[in-house]
T-cell receptor, first 118, second 116 residues
Framework: GAVVSQHPSRVICKSGTSVKIECRSL??????MFWYRQFPKQSLMLMAT?????????EQGVEKDKFLINHASLTLSTLTVTSAHPEDSSFYIC??????????????FGPGTRLLVL | AQSVAQPEDQVKVAEGNPLTVKCTYS??????LFWYVQYPNRGLQFLLKYITGDNLVKGSYGFEAEFNKSQTSFHLKKPSALVSDSALYFCAVMGVLNTGFQKLVFGTGTRLLVSP
C-alpha cells in the first residue's frame, strides 16, 4: 500500500517550453501533496504544499508563477514548470500524505522526475 | 525552527557487520522522526518512524532506530549489513507551518557503502 507514482520519469525539453509533471497516489486518497526539488548530492528542498481544491502554499524563494501547482483531486497533483530554463534542470520529487486516520503524519514519495532543459 | 543534522556524509561498513547512521534533531514540542532511503535516480522510500511509545522502532529491511530524547538523537541501526543496503539515507523531523500544515525537514543525507 501507499504507492505514489510520477510521470514522466525523465523529460528533456528546449529552453522556453513548459513541462508538466504528474503525481498520483495509487492506492490511497491524499489530502496533501508536496513538491520537492533535489540538486545533485544534496538534500530535498520543499517547493510547495498543496491541498486538494485549494491554492498551493509556496516556500520562500519559489516563484509561484514559474512553478504552477494544481491539486485537482484527492489522487492527482501536477507541477508545471513554465518557460523552463537550464537552471530549472533538476530532480523533482512529489510526496503525498493520506486522508483520514491512516498514518496522516507519514509522507509517501514518488520515484521522481529528472528534468533536463537544453 | 526545526533542523536535522546528519554529521557523517558517508559511512562505510563491511557486509555482515552492524551499521549505525547518526541523526540529531532540534524541534519545538514533541518530535515526529523519520528515516527514508534513496537509491540512485529514485524517490525516497519510507523505512521507519517514531511518533510516540517505545523508543526502539523497527522498520523495513531489518532496520531499526532508537529515539533518545535527552540526546535529541534518532540513530538508524542494523545488526548485519548487506551490500544491497548501500544507498543514501535521510533523517527527517516533522515541524509545523504557519498555515498549520506539518512540514518535513530533512537532513543532508548520509551515503552508506557496504563492501562485500
Amino acid at each position: 500500500g501507499a504507492v505514489v507514482s510520477q510521470h514522466p520519469s525523465r523529460v528533456i525539453c528546449k529552453s522556453g517550453t513548459s513541462v508538466k509533471i504528474e503525481c498520483r497516489s495509487l492506492d490511497f486518497q491524499a489530502t496533501t501533496m508536496f513538491w520537492y526539488r533535489q540538486f545533485p548530492k544534496q538534500s530535498l528542498m520543499l517547493m510547495a504544499t498543496s491541498n486538494e481544491g485549494s491554492k498551493a502554499t509556496y516556500e520562500q524563494g519559489v516563484e509561484k508563477d514559474k512553478f504552477l501547482i494544481n491539486h485537482a483531486s484527492l489522487t492527482l497533483s501536477t507541477l508545471t514548470v513554465t518557460s523552463a530554463h537550464p537552471e530549472d534542470s533538476s530532480f523533482y520529487i512529489c510526496s503525498a500524505r493520506a486522508a483520514g486516520l491512516r498514518s496522516q503524519e507519514t509522507q509517501y514519495f514518488g520515484p521522481g522526475t529528472r528534468l533536463l532543459v537544453l | 525552527a526545526q533542523s536535522v543534522a546528519q554529521p557523517e556524509d558517508q559511512v562505510k561498513v563491511a557486509e555482515g557487520n552492524p551499521l549505525t547512521v547518526k541523526c540529531t534533531y532540534s524541534v519545538s514540542g514533541n518530535p515526529y522522526l523519520f528515516w527514508y532511503v534513496q537509491y540512485p535516480n529514485r524517490g525516497l522510500q519510507f523505512l521507519l518512524k517514531y511518533i510516540t511509545g517505545d523508543n526502539l522502532v523497527k522498520g523495513s529491511y531489518g532496520f531499526e532506530a532508537e529515539f533518545n530524547k535527552s540526546q535529541t538523537s534518532f540513530h538508524l541501526k542494523k545488526p548485519s549489513a548487506l551490500v544491497s543496503d548501500s544507498a543514501l539515507y535521510f533523517c527527517a523531523v516533522m515541524g509545523v507551518l504557519n498555515t498549520g500544515f506539518q512540514k518535513l525537514v530533512f537532513g543532508t543525507g548520509t551515503r552508506l557503502l557496504v563492501s562485500p
